[in-house]
């Protein structure tokens, strides 16, 4: 389902004006005053206000969510209507990435601050604070996938189970990397003999390592479609089937 020139300049203008507020939000906090206080004075504009620091936390990952994820759509956005394969079905996508970022790094920062991820100590700054969650908004499939891990480490069983279930390929997350055509799966289980599928097809990877499999478009997929892959482990057992769409 195309859309007209003049719907797809409006949604076009509408993701630049989501990615230029939050980029000009983060760099109005270069002059906040963060020192030893409690307190951080926070100017955005003709707006100033005095927060607690943990609020001023926040609110930069907030922001910075909602930036990786304007700069996602910008990337999809641009690759699409580059290759005139844009479809407006995705418009829905495209307006809500923004705040999805906003809240998957909202929900990584609380994650980072109870001290349950290998990377905390960078949370205790708003350098610290601003680089995750831009990250996170822009690779929202990443984030998912880590807080996966971070959940299971911090819920899971004996070890042994924990030892048993990392022999079984799992798919927790796929994404399609608009900006160079490929897809890269994230889970568990993954070795240097793991095999991507997609129906009967094996499709070689590009890039391997224990927690993440990056394949090429499988042929036959094409821009607007769907790709359904399973990960087949060297003694033949199958991960999950994992769907994800090819915008």
């Known amino acids: 389902m195309s859309w007209s020139l003049f719907g ?11 990615a230029v507020v939050p980029l000009t939000f983060l760099l109005s906090f270069l002059g906040w005053d963060v020192g030893q206080e409690q ?40 690759w699409h209507l580059a290759h005139n394969t844009f479809d407006r079905r995705w418009t829905f ?8 970022g906003a809240g998957l790094a909202t929900a990584f920062l609380f994650v980072l601050q109870a001290g349950l991820g290998q990377v905390s100590s960078s949370a205790s700054s708003l350098y610290g604070v ?25 819920f899971a069983g004996k070890s042994g189970q924990m030892a048993a279930a990392a022999s079984v390929p799992i798919i927790t997350s796929v994404q399609w990397r ?19 599928w997609h129906g009967d097809t094996k499709v070689p990877p590009t890039r391997r390592t224990g927690t993440s499999i990056t394949i090429p478009l499988p042929q036959g997929v094409q821009p607007g479609t769907s790709a359904r892959l399973r990960v087949r482990s060297s003694g033949g057992i199958w991960s999950n089937e994992a769907e994800v769409d090819v915008r």
Request: net charge negative.
């Open 8 to 18: 797809r300049t409006i949604l076009a203008g509408i993701a630049i004006v989501m």
């Open 39 to 78: 307190e951080v004075q926070v100017r955005y504009l003709a707006w100033a206000a005095t927060l607690p620091k943990d609020q001023a936390f926040v609110l930069v990952s907030i922001v910075g969510g909602a930036l990786g994820g304007a700069l996602h759509v910008l990337a999809s956005l641009t």
């Open 93 to 100: 996508w495209f307006l809500t990435n923004p705040l999805m």
């Open 130 to 154: 601003a680089s995750i969650a831009t990250l996170s908004g822009l690779f929202t499939q990443h984030a998912l996938g880590k807080l996966k891990d971070i959940f299971d480490a911090a």
């Open 178 to 196: 608009s900006w160079d055509g490929s897809i890269e799966l994230t889970g568990t289980g993954f070795t240097d003999d793991s095999e991507v």
